[in-house]
């Protein structure tokens, strides 16, 4: 796997991972993911510890999906781990995203505040549903395009920056697609 390091030291490897690597090994996935290239590239240093948490994460502090690209924090002990996660939980450290979203997304600025749960039709798929977990995103429009190709979304396309307040699965491409603003060439949730 061809996976850039953008940062190293003792303690923390942060790698930019590419769009369509899957992050963690599960029963589904069946290509190599991001936790078969970090195993091989660290080995012992990684077996070493027997602590639970650190192993089952492989040092991963946080996921990204399959589909998105951009900075991965990996701890290369349990300590380290221990120190990111407490950070993430306490949201001492942001996650921001930037996107190109179907449509002329206005105002310049706002908050989501929706629930998600996975979709009752599509396993694969979420969706906003008042059962679901509490869900917060706020965007910022960095750039508005026109698209003249497009008889829809009013011919526009909208650059945003984006920081998610919390961590749903595929939160950012379900709530832009709820409000209308579909994430540019997303083939799950960019509707008809």
Request: charged letters at 35%; glycine letters at 4%.
């Amino acid at each position: 796997m061809d996976i850039e390091v953008l940062y190293e030291d003792k303690e923390t490897l942060v790698i930019n991972k590419p769009v369509g690597l899957v992050v963690n090994r599960a029963d589904s996935v069946k290509e190599p993911t991001v936790q078969d290239w970090i195993e091989e590239r660290m080995g012992e240093e990684l077996r070493q510890y027997e602590d639970k948490v650190f192993r089952q994460r492989s040092g991963f502090c946080h996921r990204l999906d399959k589909e998105t690209s951009g900075c991965l924090v990996i701890a290369k002990n349990p300590e380290a781990l221990r120190y990111y996660l407490k950070l993430f939980k306490d949201r001492k450290l942001a996650k921001e995203y930037v996107a190109l979203v179907h449509g002329r997304v206005e105002p310049n600025e706002g908050t989501v505040v929706l629930p998600l749960k996975r979709s009752l039709f599509d396993r694969e798929k979420w969706q906003v549903h008042y059962e679901g977990k509490r869900a917060v995103t706020e965007w910022t429009v960095l750039e508005r395009y026109k698209y003249e190709q497009s008889e829809h979304w009013k011919n526009a396309l909208t650059y945003l920056r984006l920081n998610l307040k919390t961590g749903r699965t595929h939160q950012i491409r379900v709530h832009m697609s709820f409000l209308g603003w579909p994430l540019f060439a997303d083939e799950k949730y960019l509707n008809k």
